[in-house]
């Protein structure tokens, strides 16, 4: 039988579609997703809206004039999709509607400053939405005129003087808040609900989760930091503004909890907040609590559950249960708390569950696994589960995977840690393989069961690496205990666990330990730079967005919240703060080393890569820097996507010899 010899590569990962955010029309028919599909070269992306049936039958487009067209909500009535898309060569997006059934879309909104975040009001003729602006350009043409000069400007000075400053890619030292408005569909008229008062969302990423409108379309609830000066790990609280009488009152006073992402029972009687306990930790879990909007109490569900709930939460049609996403042993799934019980159960079983939506008792959502890409599926207890999209088949067709394993180690102090093991296609366990780590970031995140376009465990694997995944400790989805069994000491058990993975792969006598190599980003770039400085046995790093010195990591844009995780600020212990940085151990460096950074990155400054990469040249250690002046944390457009994966494994190339399997020496 003939073998194929076609291989899953990073040309590859940008033909396939990318589909998300999925809505439901109210009898749950029909579910209508933004699709993002990337162009090599012209070297960007678009995003068009897709409807589906859940009955099944061939997906159809239902949008094809905009290159940004997302955010889909269904009206309450069933008889439009709003959304929000860059059109008309608009500087920022718009709100448009378009009719299930197809047709021209309609533009509604012409706000200067943008709209995102949207979310319809129960009557059908009124949508929410988010965009930032100054507080103090009160109308449209004082807003217009702002933002045109502004953007106008010749002068590009950042001015600040609060704390959060700037966040992952962007500044916020313009002056410029998140505040939510209202637009009549029909007369396009547009209120500013926060005009004259200092209320705005939370600066870090708002969108639709940080609030939500009752069933009556009588109040709106919203999440809310009520410090003066604003900062991202603050205890927020929840303020309900009632639309009629115009009045504000926080709802969680009083509370000693961090509270977020308020969604309204659809009997009106409770809303679900997510709450967290920052005083006892900063990487406390996230849980869900009910307020009662008659005798105003806040009830946590029950605690037993050790895990986090991730936004946003949604209703059953029938108020009895809760829904939301979770993950749960590097797997992400959609959860039912049924109201009364003590623990959730699966409503929509991983891989990576990363979006759904509830109509009645149908449930629509996207998932995805190691070994396929994205793709979308509804479930209801009539019909079970089933795919409803097709997008990506003809792509992964006649493409060989290798098997995905998924196994436990003993990794520091004899605990057990979860690792995955992905295999070459066509596979020889008689030959000898290089070994490849894939080390995650956060610390706090873990390496799921999950398709990723920037570090695609299959496409490293299709080269010839046997790629292994260590859910070392600190990492997120197996218990609080081991989330932050690491604070106050970075470094030691990440690395006795990935040690340990390697020490289990070569008893398995398929690896060569003359070929063993690590590559990680972010915290993961930070571990390879840690190895480098306390063992040799590697023959070659990659280092992508790495921390180096944690000193001087205090100009990235959480400066004030890495203290808390490291045990210290560095004026108060330097010796317990640099004894965690790599930097300290540069003079027993000498493992070969790619580093790559991107200018943009905020979360990692790019001065972390290049003082790294210059002390490995100046220690005379074979290195090389691939920088990139147009990217930030991530490398997200085609063309410099395909240089990022040539030059990796160019690099592994040159130090671990051949790709593909030897056999094994006797």
């Known amino acids: 039988m003939a073998t194929s010899t076609r291989r899953l590569c990073a040309e590859d990962l940008w033909r396939l579609a990318r589909p998300a955010q999925p809505t439901l029309s109210p009898d749950g028919a029909q579910a209508c997703v933004s699709v993002s599909t990337y162009d090599m070269e012209e070297n960007k ?206 709802l969680t006073k009083g509370s000693r909890l961090d509270h977020d992402s308020p969604a309204y029972s659809p009997d009106g009687k409770s809303i679900a907040i997510l709450t967290r306990n920052l005083r006892r930790s900063s990487l406390a879990e996230t849980r869900i609590a009910l307020f009662d909007r008659r005798t105003a109490k806040l009830v946590p569900l029950p605690t037993s559950w050790d895990r986090s709930v991730h936004a946003p939460v949604a209703w059953s049609g029938d108020s009895s249960s809760v829904l939301f996403l979770a993950e749960d042993r590097a797997r992400v799934h959609a959860f039912r708390w049924r109201l009364g019980e003590k623990m959730p159960e699966v409503a929509a079983l991983g891989g990576t569950v990363t979006d759904f939506a509830v109509a009645g008792d149908t449930v629509a959502y996207v998932r995805n696994t190691m070994s396929t890409p994205p793709a979308v599926f509804c479930t209801n207890p009539e019909r079970g589960e089933r795919r409803i999209d097709r997008f990506n088949d003809d792509v992964m067709a006649g493409i060989p995977l290798g098997e995905v394993r998924e196994t436990e180690i003993r990794g520091f102090n004899g605990e057990k840690v979860q690792m995955w093991i992905i295999h070459p296609p066509h596979f020889d366990p008689r030959k000898k393989w290089p070994l490849l780590h894939n080390i995650h970031g956060g610390p706090h995140s873990s390496w799921g069961d999950n398709f990723h376009f920037r570090w695609n465990n299959h496409v490293f694997a299709a080269q010839g690496y046997v790629v292994v995944c260590v859910n070392y400790h600190g990492s997120s989805s197996f218990g609080q205990r081991f989330l932050e069994s690491i604070t106050g000491e970075w470094g030691k058990r990440e690395l006795a666990d990935v040690e340990a993975g390697t020490d289990h792969m070569l008893r398995t006598g398929y690896i060569d330990r003359h070929r063993l190599l690590a590559a990680g980003g972010s915290y993961g770039g930070y571990m390879v730079a840690w190895m480098n400085g306390h063992t040799d046995r590697y023959k070659a790093y990659v280092c992508h967005a790495g921390c180096f010195d944690w000193t001087a990591m205090f100009a990235d844009d959480v400066w004030y919240w890495t203290p808390k995780e490291l045990g210290a600020f560095y004026w108060d212990d330097p010796a317990k703060v640099d004894g965690q940085s790599p930097r300290a151990r540069a003079k027993r460096m000498k493992t070969p080393t790619l580093v790559m950074h991107g200018l943009l990155d905020y979360r990692v400054p790019d001065a972390q890569g290049l003082a790294y990469y210059n002390t490995l040249k100046a220690k005379g250690v074979p290195a090389r820097l691939v920088f990139f002046p147009d990217e930030n944390h991530w490398i997200l457009k085609p063309q410099n996507s395909r240089l990022w994966y040539r030059e990796f494994f160019a690099w592994l190339e040159r130090f671990a010899g051949s790709r593909s399997g030897r056999k094994a020496r006797k």
């Open 45 to 250: 992306g678009a995003t068009k809206l897709w409807l589906l049936s859940t009955f099944g039958g061939e997906p159809r487009p239902l949008t094809e004039a905009g290159e940004k067209d997302g955010e889909p909500r269904w009206s309450p009535d069933g008889t439009r999709i709003a959304f929000v898309a860059k059109r008309d060569k608009d500087d920022e997006p718009q709100l448009w509607l378009i009719a299930p059934d197809g047709g021209e879309a309609r533009r509604v909104t012409r706000m200067p400053t943008g709209v995102s975040g949207i979310k319809w009001f129960p009557d059908s003729r009124r949508v929410a939405f988010i965009s930032w602006v100054w507080p103090d350009a009160v109308g449209y043409k004082a807003l217009a005129a702002r933002y045109r000069e502004h953007k106008d400007s010749k002068v590009k000075a950042h001015v600040v003087e609060h704390e959060s400053y700037r966040y992952w890619d962007h500044w916020l030292s313009d002056g410029r808040v998140p505040r939510l408005f209202v637009v009549d569909v029909r007369t396009q008229r547009i209120t500013d609900l926060f005009a004259g008062m200092s209320y705005e969302l939370p600066c870090a990423d708002p969108g639709a989760s940080h609030y939500d409108v009752s069933p009556d379309g009588h109040e709106i609830a919203f999440t809310f930091d009520p410090a003066g000066e604003k900062r991202l790990d603050h205890e927020h609280h929840i303020v309900a503004l009632d639309l009629r009488a115009k009045r504000f009152r926080t």
